[in-house]
């Protein structure tokens, strides 16, 4: 394991004290109960958004708080949860009085420990709302199962519920356009490496070299299986196949085109994806209105990628377009 | 008389303990079927448990595991912060401000542990949870307290944890990361489970 | 070699295809001879802006085609400079009638292409300036060697020289100020593992698992020399501390702290770096007055990363602070 | 009589030929101190000097040579196109619209290329660059031009080429990419002298 670290248990505190020095006009790092805001937050009569989750996924979500965006983001140890003494406070600080979202991916960890959050802050006043999200079709049976994981959609489910609290929506319609973007949204990822976390010392899982893991979450955990390596065209028909056909997409809808590299993949790579996944859209008579493309919701060094779709309509798209102003996406302003 | 302070402090210093000694066993175990931060996150949890007990000392065992319950709660996170968390509490609530357990008391507050845990996760035994050593650790605590024994009761429950934790092994997790996994995570043990098992090997230990 | 490519031989005509369409809305993309132009080039009275290199950078150069930053981007193959037959068409494409100013890494490849490029360029009439970029501290002894390698200030130059080009600097004016950020920006870098060039197959170096090569450029090539691995904050002081001496910053002076990724560094390791090199600075005096921290100029999926500084003055911190709207770079607009 | 226009073509075939053959030793020389791309441009280019020629045929030396020229400047890219670009260009200039080429002019034509790298690239004898090829080269094809024999003169300037390419692996690079190296470049043979040295090979075989 060679990582650009000092002491693996000091990794969250110090890349999270870096990120405060480098965007200090955008955010404010607390460090203890760690948490970041929007420099301007509370911002009056605006609903709040918070978000969080494991650490290790950078830019998510820290590089997403900001203007249009999220108002603050709760950084967890390395793939692991924040806890509640994290989140409540975030949440304190954040609500202006309009109430705070609580965009939560759905893991058992993250749920319980918002839900927790969430029961505590309203105790003190703060009306809550939570958006789960679960995009992830490589959970296949999510009966027996803790249900589908919240991945790629997440970032998007941010920006546009993001931009809808921006423009003055209320606490519901803010919740209510955050999970309408979940419910339109479809993931799936590969990876071509496993990634390691610092205070474990081992890769998270072993792949020989001709092998791939299909259908893998972002905590570094396995995928739905492992299949000798393809090229990259083979893997983006395997990813967009489950995806589209979940979605339900019809020919001549219109579609937001998401591919997004895990952390160690380049970005040349993620474009030879893009173009395979942008023909194939093409033959299923669908539209790419809006596109996405590099390391937004990464695993560490993980090489690989997740493309995800969104089905848009026209209060979608304009939301999207929105101006956003935050450390790691940006348009507008 | 029974269990007092002194036991439930006992209790909480060997379980610390015991997670920095198989930190990297339960990484491992973790590492397999979930993501690698199991071992982490208990021993970073029960070193803030210790370091909350050196700053307060609690009066009652009750007040001891209320403790405990906060630290972890706030300091371990993932899906085992809130789950041992809200065992710790419940067990808390059970055993109010006596000064000493009893054997009776000693297997209620292990049920409501277990509860809280199912309350929380809502996981059914043979999902391959820590509720698959929590269960039959409540039963054996529960058959063996009749005899009004606190170090046979403990013994029971450390021991039908052991057995419930080694027994997950051939399970198909069906909550938690694992379950992500399907049949690929038949063949490891959970790592809530062996954390589980852990812990109440450490309250005989506490009581020997 | 595990990519998310097709045939090897293909990956530079297939990202930048997949590039083309991500970004339509931006740039138009001329598949052979292939380079990357602003869409609305060429920009009537406007000064032209052309870079180029090899391919395995990404996104440096096409990723910064747009306003306020370049008219046109060459890539070549991988780690291999572009054809003159490439860099004329190009040229001619973004000539308003006002002339062309090339950003040019020193390599000689890079330089010998170019130069010929320049000379067919001015045969047909467009006016032709070259800004040599040789930021590497690295390279110690320039005259017993190709002399400073163009790395991480080529980003900033772009940058500032393009934001003069759109205020509407004249040819001369433009290629002063893109020199000038040149003269003041120093950078160094650091590989904590090689790259796979995808026609090679090989990685690009030896590294043991408990060395570092420090002083990279961003070709794959070896560096200055291996030293044992160190933690981050050690990394950051070897780094800075070249950097510092040549440039001769004195205290009281404000720079521009840029910390780059080669490509398969998490962000979160870059911000541990940022974090070091911020408290450096700090420590001489030094007023950190913008700064720039994510994967901008980079070596494939290479581990590792640079560290450039650039002493600001109030025209080049009013042209970084213009809007510029490109695929990777993109603020005010 | 002389050298002519199918003797050019001959010589560029075998130089396509040994560059696709000797593609991956030219990679790895370049890796060693360089970035691992040599062979691929190379092999890349004279792919596409095949083309040309299968294209429009040329009808002189001079014309078979200047179509080279321009098909490595577009196609081989970095260090090595505009200077195997340039070299071409030159000899082409030299021999201009002859149909035969004697032993003289050829001796000229080679001493124009080696001129061509060395005002392109401003390498000196020793700097571990294709001019450590191109120099010795040129010098034994001067000397063996005197008897008037063109094979002759070939096979003087491949020999002088493959031993110039040899000398060039202790040398400490001071020009091109190897250069940032410093002493770490020495122990390795200069991948540009390497092709030089195939190419004049070529040029042999073609004649032989
Ligand atoms: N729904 C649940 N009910 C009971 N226990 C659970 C549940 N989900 C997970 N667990 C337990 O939590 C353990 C994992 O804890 P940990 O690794 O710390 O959290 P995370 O999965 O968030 O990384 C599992 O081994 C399992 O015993
Ligand atoms: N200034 C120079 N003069 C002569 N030859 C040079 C010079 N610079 C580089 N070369 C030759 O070019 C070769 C490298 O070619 P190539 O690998 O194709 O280009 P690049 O270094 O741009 O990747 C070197 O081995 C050397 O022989
Ligand atoms: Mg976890
Ligand atoms: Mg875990
Ligand atoms: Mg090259
Ligand atoms: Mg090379």
Redesign the interface.
Known sequence: MKKLINDPRAVVDESVEGFGLAHADLVTVSAD?KYVTRKDAPVAGKVGLVSGG?SGHEPLHAGFVGRGMLDAAVP??????????QIIPATLAVNSGAGVVHIVKN???DV??F??AAEMAQAEGVEVRTVLVNDDV????SL???GR?GVGGTVLVEKIAGAAAERGDDLDAVAVIGDRVNQNVRTMGVALTACT?P??G?P??DLADNEIEIGI?I???????KIAMENADGITGRLLEPILSDLGTASGEKVLLFVNGMGGTPLSELYIVYRRAAQILAERGLTVERSLVGNYITSLEMQGCSISVLRLDDEMTVLWDAPVHTPALRWGV | MGLDVTWAVKWLTLSAQAMAEHRVEL?ELD?A?????HG??MD?GFQAVLDKLAETPPETPGAALKLTAMAL???????????Y?TAFLRAATTLGDAAYIDAASLAAALAAARDGIVA??KAETGDKTMVDAWTPAVDAAAAAAADGDTLAVLIAAAEAAEAGAMATDPLV?????A????E?SAGHRDPGAASSALILRAAAGAAA
């Open positions: 109960p494991g967890g140890a390395v793939f692991t949860s924040p806890t509640p003494d893991y058992t960890g319980l420990n839900e927790t490589a959970v296949e049976d027996y199962t803790a994981r976390v205070h474990a081992t998270s899982f979450g905590h570094g955990e396995p995928g739905r299986h | 990484i590492r079927i979930g993501d690698s931060d982490e996150n970073r709660m706030s300091k371990v996170g993932g899906a085992a912060g809130p789950l968390g929380r996760g997790a069906r909550k938690g990361r379950s992500y996994l399907g690929r």
